[in-house]
């Protein structure tokens, strides 16, 4: 469980986080959705302490992070995986490789072990053939799958990811998201996930947090978001003319 | 302020290489292949440069001493001398600051804003030990490099020597061993152990704490070049004041 307290975040004098406090339970999909802008990648960077903050506490099941020691610091961020927003796959090693890497760096498995464990997990986003290429051989979809699987290869207490369907066609979207649910749900882990995107709302929403222009505008799950008349929210779901339209004949539909 | 800000950074980035090592097992491939690019990779333009510069030297200096008082057997003198204790470890050092250090800076500045950097931190990894520690390693083989430099330095002014009909082998081989001094030779490896330092390490910290996107990346690659060579250029002072004086 991963709770916050009235984080405060800015650059430069400007503020981007203007005190936000939620928790984030265990063994649920937690979303946080928001506009293009809001502040939901610095909020992630903030959890995983890549950027300092000027006010707030962070706490992981229970331990403050920053008051742990560098060192502790680093044996908390070994049970974290993070899907990056840009991948930030290691450009000088194959897919395969950069899959491989944290069990390399943190586990004492033989090599045939981690080979299967690799190849399992690659299966898993549907990356059956693509051991060999190089990062940068392989198309945006594919990079964020294997970030993924990168993250979830060593079985992670807290799974972290910043728009983890963002440049996947809708088929893939939903098995990445089911894949998502289900790893979480499967080993009990912590997941935090940053998206704009209306079908993951609906599929993993357990919980949602939205952030407007750097505050928590709403909060509620994917039961709750279709009902709420908060116009932020509103404003927000049905912006597509896909979701007007079945907003529409919901309504049409009741009379 | 900047300055010391960036000196004293400069200081702390080198103090948290050695904390939380990596894994052997990983740190050790590592290492070769910076050995394989850092080293391996920049033998053949430092063999190339220090032949032909070496040749250069023995054509200015036998240019030069044209007076027939002076001993022809100087122009082998003199070339070894210059090759030994300046040319080999300071001025191959300097380009190798645009060789070897852009190619630091602009790989991990590269990593800084892909999120590499970001991405091993997050997974608990010292970063600055997994990035610049086997760069630091690698570059202690440099003084090997420029042993080779020095030879070659000394054969191309043979080669320009007799080929140029400056003065005889027999004369340049007997000037070469005139008036030897060892303790050149261990001030030469002082002073390229220390500039192998500082290869390594100033161009790890202009990649490494760089902020921005590519256009930075190149930026940073010759900020870090003139740094680097204003430093060795500075230390090559102190330490040539410290050492032979
Ligand atoms: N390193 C930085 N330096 C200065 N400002 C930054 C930095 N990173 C983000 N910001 C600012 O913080 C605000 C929030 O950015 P953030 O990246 O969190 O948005 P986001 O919600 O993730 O958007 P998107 O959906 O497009 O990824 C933006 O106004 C951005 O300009
Ligand atoms: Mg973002």
Known sequence: MIEVKDLHKSFNGVEVLKGISTTFEKGKTNLIIGQSGSGKTVFLKCLLGLFDYEEGTIAYDGKIFSKLTEDEKRNVRGEIGMVFQGSALFDSMTIAENVMFPLRMFTKQSKSEMQDRVDFVLNRVNLQDAHKKKPSEASGGMQKRVAIARAIVNNPKYLFCDEPNSGLDPKTSIVIDDLIKEITEEYNITTVINSHDMNSVMQIGEKIVFLKNGLKAWEGSNKTIFKTDNDVVTDFVYSSELMKKVRQMYIEERQ | ?245
């Open chain 2, 1 to 245: 302020m900047t300055y010391l800000h960036n000196i004293g950074a400069y200081f702390l980035m080198i103090a948290e290489m050695f904390r939380k090592p990596t894994k052997w097992s990983v740190m050790k491939n590592l290492i070769l292949k910076d050995v394989d690019d850092l080293i391996i990779g920049s033998l053949g333009i430092i063999a190339f440069i220090s032949f032909f510069v070496g040749g250069v030297i023995t054509i200015q200096t036998a240019l030069n001493i044209d007076n027939p008082l002076i001993p022809k057997y100087l122009v082998g003198f003199a070339t070894r001398q210059s090759v030994i204790l300046e040319f080999a470890p300071t001025f191959t050092s300097i380009i190798m600051a645009g060789k070897v250090g852009s190619f630091i800076t602009s790989s991990i500045g590269t990593m800084r804003v892909t999120e590499q950097i970001d991405a091993l931190e997050v997974m608990g990894i010292n970063s600055l030990n997994y990035l610049v520690f086997p760069k630091t390693v690698a570059l202690m083989l440099y003084p090997f490099a420029i042993s080779i430099g020095m030879f070659l330095g000394i054969l191309g002014g043979m080669a320009a020597c007799v080929y140029g009909g400056f003065s005889s082998l027999e004369d340049y081989i007997y000037g070469i061993q005139t008036d030897f001094i060892p303790f050149h030779i261990t001030y030469a490896f002082i002073k390229t152990f220390v500039f192998a330092f500082v290869l390594a390490t100033i161009p790890a910290f202009h990649g490494y704490y760089m902020k921005g996107g590519a256009l930075e990346v190149g930026k940073a690659s010759t900020t870090s070049f003139v740094w680097t060579s204003v430093v060795i250029i500075l230390l090559n002072y102190f330490l040539t004041q410290m050492l032979l004086s």
